[in-house]
Nanobody
Framework: VQLQASGGGLVQAGGSLRLSCATS????????MGWFRQAPGKEREFVAA???????VYTDSVRGRFTISRDNARRTVYLQMNSLKPEDTAAYFC??????????????????????WGQGTQVTVSS
């Protein structure tokens, strides 16, 4: 599976961006999808994930501001980011995890759960 993230850019605090992650190869509906981010000098951290069955989980700092969604027909996962803050500045990465028989949604917070990664797309929020 190949993943291609896009949609990053420079935005003022309070603004919005929508990230997209287009996939190819495999059967998109068989994958749980996640978004992670990495700021300079920091570890890559979980942002949001959506299971193959549309279960969603968010990190606390983005809940209520970010929305993850998927379009199986377009083989794409989205991250709508509203009310952006300077601390949201990071490179954002999408990732895919092969479907499990039973989904424990909280496991999708873990980087080690994912089988495939895309390249990052930079989001910069100015104050």
């Amino acid at each position: 599976v190949q993943l291609q993230a896009s949609g990053g850019g420079l935005v003022q605090a309070g603004g919005s961006l929508r990230l997209s992650c287009a996939t190819s190869g495999g059967t998109f509906g068989d994958y749980d999808m996640g978004w992670f981010r990495q700021a300079p000098g920091k570890e890559r951290e979980f942002v949001a994930a959506i299971s193959w069955g549309n279960g969603r989980v968010y990190t606390d700092s983005v809940r209520g501001r970010f929305t993850i969604s998927r379009d199986n027909a377009r083989r794409t996962v989205y991250l709508q980011m509203n009310s952006l803050k300077p601390e949201d500045t990071a490179a954002y990465f999408c990732a895919a995890r092969t479907r499990r028989t039973v989904v424990v949604i909280t496991l999708l917070r873990n980087r080690s759960e994912y089988d495939y990664w895309g390249q990052g797309t930079q989001v910069t929020v100015s104050s």
